[in-house]
């Protein structure tokens, strides 16, 4: 049985205030975009009870298959309910460390699939609650739709967004921007006020974003890493209506009234196109 993980851009993404926990109070909204992986989950009838292989293909996979969250996702589902042993076949199309998600995506997908595969007839908000223990954004690509996120983004709210008959443009540059050093330099907005909240700007037209719409990790980002900036300012040339780069970074996408048409230089990228 196989399915498709896709992956998620962040429209806006504001960091309110640090945590008595360590963590960030956070708000941003995560928009689902069709590049995709390919997840595949076969019966492996010759391996032991909840023995599980895991085979990675395409993009290098860095780590342990211990680590992968896609085993995490079938040990965890292993603790409560009886999973035969299976070979996880994963191959990956989404760049990593790209503030794409799409490793939650893979977790996510999994529980899905192993939840049809063997029916176990979870819930939702069951697999909801077992993709949160494998990463804070992970639960919102159970439903996969648009989610106005908070707290440590770990919270959704289903979000009225519907971008259809937009293009986007998502270019990754091949840069690894740390999760933890885009926190630890990021300017803090403290309490927003009202009519600059995420939930009040992301309502306006889309014409009205490049204006209204900021992800505050851009600032000290494109501080450290000018290409990524310039790779924002390449997608304004090639005639994005709205360009920012997605979560913490690096990955940098456009969205454009037709089909775009990307530089030669962005073409040796990573990238994707394609109708939202």
């Not at 990307?262 to 040796?268: F, G, I, P």
Request: with cysteine; glycine share 8%; net charge positive.
């Amino acid at each position: 049985m196989i399915n498709f993980p896709g992956c998620k851009i962040n429209l806006g993404l504001h960091v309110i205030n640090k945590r008595k926990d360590g963590f960030h109070n956070i708000e941003t909204v995560f928009y689902p975009v069709k590049w995709q992986d390919a997840l595949e989950i076969l019966d492996n009838k010759r391996a032991k009870k909840n023995k599980i292989s895991f085979h990675g293909y395409g993009l290098s996979i860095e780590g342990k298959p211990e680590s992968n969250l896609c085993v995490k996702a079938y040990r965890l589902l292993a603790e409560d309910v009886d999973l035969p042993p299976v070979s996880i076949h994963l191959f990956k199309h989404i760049p990593m460390g790209a503030g794409l998600g799409g490793g939650s995506a893979d977790a996510a997908f999994t529980i899905k699939l192993l939840n049809e595969k063997f029916g176990l007839k979870l819930s939702i908000k069951q697999m909801q609650h077992y993709a949160a223990e494998l990463g804070s954004d992970c639960a919102v690509f159970i439903t996969n739709k648009p989610a106005f996120a908070y707290g440590r983004g770990d919270k959704f709210k289903p979000l009225q967004l519907d971008l259809g008959g937009w293009h986007i443009a998502l270019v990754h540059p091949g840069i690894h921007v740390s999760t933890a050093d885009a926190y630890a330099a990021v300017k803090k907005r403290g309490k927003t006020v009202e009519n600059k909240s995420l939930q009040q700007i992301i309502q306006q037209p889309v014409t009205k974003w490049k204006k209204m719409l900021e992800n505050d990790f851009e600032l000290s980002v494109f501080k450290k890493y000018p290409t990524i900036e310039k790779l924002k300012e390449q997608m304004y040339d090639a005639g994005a209506t709205y360009a920012a780069m997605s979560g913490s970074g690096s990955a940098v996408f456009g969205l454009f009234k037709e089909e775009p048409k990307l530089t030669a230089a962005m073409k040796k990228m990573k990238f994707y196109t394609g109708k939202l």
